[in-house]
């Protein structure tokens, strides 16, 4: 009998010895929630998300504002997934559907990026250099000018002859792209984003 009370008494007292350590609480449901603190990492990718949308103050020059095929032997489609013919048989590219230039490399003079431009009869290997003279300008903000490389020639089974420009943006924006070449003139709108 003495061995159940001593036994007892050891259960009693480590019930009391619990009761006087803290508890550890049951988890709820906001121990599993995110954190509602917003990163300055999250509201910059927010933030790029915000422009690469173009307002509606800029008139991005879209697939459903043409109605341009390229000319036998090119493709009456574009030559890639997401892309569209814009312009006509004198002059004409190969422009994204939403009107949108994102990621594009950067480095001290803007962003840059490659504008192929097609002719009906151009051949690159009779005009290496051809007299294509490309000019940009933004339309939502003052921005210094764009930057834009010599033409040259581009070639490849998917696309063919081409000529090809460089241009650098100094700034992301609204931009008017316009090249002339022999008696064509061609120009779109841009929304050049992060």
Known sequence: MQRLYSLFSI???AALLAGCAPRARAKSL???RMPTDVSA???TTRAEAVLSIPPASCPVTTS???T???PAPYSPNAPWPGYFWYGSEELWVALNINGVWSDLPHNA???TQKIPWWREGYIWTEEPEPDLIVTGERLDADAPPLIVSRATNAYAKDMGSAMMIGVDFPTLGCWKITGNY???E???VVWVAP
Do not use: R, V
Request: net charge negative.
């Open 109 to 111: 003079q803007g962003y």
């Open 11 to 13: 259960l009693i007292l």
């Open 68 to 70: 341009f095929e390229a």
């Open 41 to 43: 990492a999250t509201e």
């Open 186 to 188: 061609l120009s779109f």
């Open 182 to 184: 022999a008696d064509a």
């Open 64 to 66: 459903g504002k043409t």
């Open 30 to 32: 906001e121990d599993y």
